[in-house]
């Protein structure tokens, strides 16, 4: 059974750089059918979509997010990872990787997300 | 790009229906069919219950069904039972290659 499993500080300070791994078992982040995708979910608010990584390392991001962001992908660990530079506030979310299957919206596999705090 | 729009909650009672709205415009919803819907309960992360407007995954229970009509999509909820009682979400692709979420609706079982 494929899991995603998000892992990084949960306090970071305003101004700095959050950044975040998720790390893929059970199977490959090398596959050609699947992206895998960054979602964040401000406390007691809706969610909201980051970006995208393919294995190949093709991104899309969130055009509102774009200047700060960077997806990458290290398929030597099984893992991609988010950076989301320039934080405030704004940004204390609870951060979900998941992963969406190809040629489609089936987001069908996500991480139990983790709570980052923007605080100095 | 603007989130989507549904109704903040809905309410209905066991054994009833309802449904839930999801609407964008032809940049997103009118002109793919890659919308899906997303159950979240307190503290959990969201579970994929819808795809592609009207495709359920394997163990989503077909008391679930979606479908769509030129911008809007919508959720059905049949039989209506306690443990449904969650924040609802969908989500769609968009012509400038990224996806957009609802801002959902919170569903109340009396």
């Known amino acids: 059974q494929l899991q995603l499993k998000e892992s990084g500080p949960g306090l970071v300070k305003p101004s700095e750089t959050l950044s975040l791994t998720c790390t893929v078992s059970g199977g490959s982040i090398s596959s050609s059918s699947h992206y895998w995708g960054w979602i964040r979910q401000p406390p007691g608010k809706g969610l909201e979509w980051i970006g995208n990584i393919y294995y190949s390392g093709s991104t899309h991001y969130n055009s509102s997010l774009k200047s700060r962001v960077t997806i990458s992908v290290d398929t030597s660990k099984n893992q991609f990872s988010l950076e989301l530079s320039s934080v405030t506030a704004a940004d204390t979310a609870v951060y979900y990787c998941?992963?969406?299957?190809?040629?489609?919206?089936?987001?069908?596999?996500w991480g139990q997300g983790t709570l980052v705090t923007v605080s100095s | 790009q603007s989130a989507l729009t549904q109704p903040a909650s809905v309410s209905g009672s066991p054994g009833q229906s309802i449904t839930i709205s999801c609407t964008g415009t032809?940049?997103?919803?009118?002109?793919?069919?890659?919308v899906s819907w997303y159950q979240q309960h307190p503290g959990k992360a969201p579970k994929l219950i819808i795809y592609?407007?009207?495709n359920r995954p394997s163990g989503v229970s077909d008391r679930f069904s979606g479908s769509k009509s030129g911008n809007t999509a919508s959720l059905t909820i049949s039989g209506l039972q306690a443990e449904d009682e969650a924040d609802y979400y969908c989500?769609?692709?968009?012509?400038?290659?990224?996806?957009?979420f609802g801002r959902g609706t919170k569903l109340t079982v009396l």
């Open positions: 989500d769609s692709y968009t012509t400038s290659s990224t996806w957009v």
């Open positions: 998941s992963r969406r299957v190809g040629g489609s919206g089936r987001r069908d596999f």
């Open positions: 592609d407007v009207t």
């Open positions: 032809s940049s997103d919803v009118g002109t793919y069919n890659y």
